[in-house]
């Protein structure tokens, strides 16, 4: 089943993006573009959220509903 999280992401004055989340723990992430930037979240959320699945620390999060916003960034 598919989960939801919130992810924060940042443009750093040395130009590299950094994400963040207050949905999983401990998750930052960094990349030189945008798209590398949320595919590193992506694996770092997926490895925090098996880690705390083993230690029974999980939080719940939202599952991926039917319908859902999503903010689509554009360079125009």
Known sequence: MEKMITIHVERLPEGVYCATSGDVQ????QG????ETLEIARDVARKLLDAQK???TARTLKPVTRKFDYPLVLEY
């Open 26 to 29: 401990g998750l930052v992430a």
């Open 32 to 35: 030189r573009t945008l798209w």
């Open 54 to 56: 083993e230690r029974s």
